[in-house]
């Protein structure tokens, strides 16, 4: 499975922004996708996931929205009210796992490469 993030870049300060991933290869072995961020100096942490069938998400705030295009092979996610403290890279994961939280970095089988944002006023 390789999985392909885009969208970022550099957003202003209150608006929103969403974020793809889009997944090739062996996607029949995806049941969950996650999102993740790396501030600058800081870890990696959980945002929000979904379950690629149930289409069922968990997030990490409310100011997530997870969602998917299973005809596009594509997870999306939006943060909303963007402030400084969202600039980072963001990655999309995927995982054979299809229940509970999934929200630790060890519960995904498949990586992307990340794509910056960048926070603005």
């Known amino acids: 499975v390789q999985l392909q993030a885009s969208g970022g870049g550099l957003v202003q300060a209150g608006g929103s922004l969403r974020l793809s991933c889009t997944a090739s290869g062996r996607t029949g072995d995806i049941n969950s996708v996650g999102w993740f961020r790396q501030a600058p100096g800081k870890d990696r942490t959980f945002v ?35 402030t400084f403290e ?15 939280a999934i929200k630790e970095p060890y519960e995904y089988k498949y990586w992307g490469r990340g794509t910056l944002v960048t926070v603005s006023s």
């Open 86 to 100: 969202d600039t980072a890279v963001y990655y999309c994961a995927a995982g054979p796992t299809r229940f509970g």
């Open 48 to 82: 929000g996931r979904i379950l690629w069938g149930s289409g069922t998400t968990y997030y990490a705030g409310d100011r997530f929205t997870v969602s998917r295009d299973s005809a596009k092979n594509t997870a999306y996610l939006q943060v909303h009210s963007l």
